[in-house]
T-cell receptor, first 112, second 117 residues
Framework: GQQVMQIPQYQHVQEGEDFTTYCNSS?????IQWYKQRPGGHPVFLIQ?????EVKKQKRLTFQFGEAKKNSSLHITATQTTDVGTYFC????????????FGQGTTLQVKP | GAVVSQHPSRVICKSGTSVKIECRSL??????MFWYRQFPKKSLMLMAT?????????EQGVEKDKFLINHASLTLSTLTVTSAHPEDSSFYIC?????????????FGPGTRLTVL
């Protein structure tokens, strides 16, 4: 079935350092979404990318969608302790039912 | 933003009992809701798509007789874990997408942590 691979699984950074997580798919994606899950919490929608080569920014977060629409990245500039959590990419399943296929997630730890 | 609630937030039960989890969209209608299962430090695994007024669509490997889903109204879906066993212990999360279809964004409930003794 359709899969979305996400790396790295874990990332420990010093506060102020940058962080990037990557998602890859073997098939072309119609769109890609990013979610953040804080420890003990539930996933919260961050953004959706639809267009080839699209780049969107939310303050210190930069989201990119590859030209071939098979990969995406989330980059956080100058991490803060509030950025701690697990970041998931998710792609719409091919069945057009609205279901999402989640990547494995990248858990970010930020040392103050 | 849209709000999805889940009840209960935490449940501990004995092996062999059945547990019902409710998922409600509080300020929007959802013809479709989704049920996920998440193991510690793992990703969300889609279990089934709950369709209002019709049968749920289960993902491969998910037993429909084990995990009963009922979506009786546009704001409520229930997941019943029947004859629960310790291996069913997990974090169950539902999500819903407003019928207005804004950007396909899914809103997640706070989750239900099930522990089967």
């Amino acid at each position: 079935g359709q899969q979305v691979m996400q790396i790295p699984q874990y990332q420990h950074v010093q506060e102020g350092e940058d962080f990037t997580t990557y998602c890859n798919s073997s098939t072309t994606l119609s769109n890609i979404q990013w979610y953040k899950q804080r420890p003990g919490g539930h996933p919260v929608f961050l953004i959706q990318l639809v267009k080839s080569g699209e780049v969107k920014k939310q303050k210190r977060l930069t989201f990119q969608f590859g030209e071939a629409k098979k990969n995406s990245s989330l980059h956080i500039t100058a991490t803060q302790t509030t950025d701690v959590g697990t970041y998931f990419c998710a792609a719409l399943g091919s069945s057009n039912t609205g279901k999402l296929i989640f990547g494995q997630g990248t858990t970010l730890q930020v040392k103050p | 933003g849209a709000v999805v609630s889940q009840h209960p937030s935490r449940v501990i039960c004995k092996s062999g009992t059945s547990v019902k989890i409710e998922c409600r969209s509080l300020d929007f209608q959802a013809t479709t809701m989704f049920w996920y299962r998440q193991f510690p430090k793992k990703s969300l695994m889609l279990m089934a798509t709950s369709n209002e007024g019709s049968k749920a669509t289960y993902e491969q490997g998910v037993e429909k007789d084990k995990f009963l889903i009922n979506h009786a109204s546009l704001t409520l879906s229930t997941l019943t874990v029947t004859s629960a066993h310790p291996e069913d212990s997990s974090f169950y999360i539902c999500s819903a997408n407003p019928s207005s279809g804004r950007l396909n964004e899914q809103f997640f409930g706070p989750g239900t942590r099930l522990t089967v003794l």
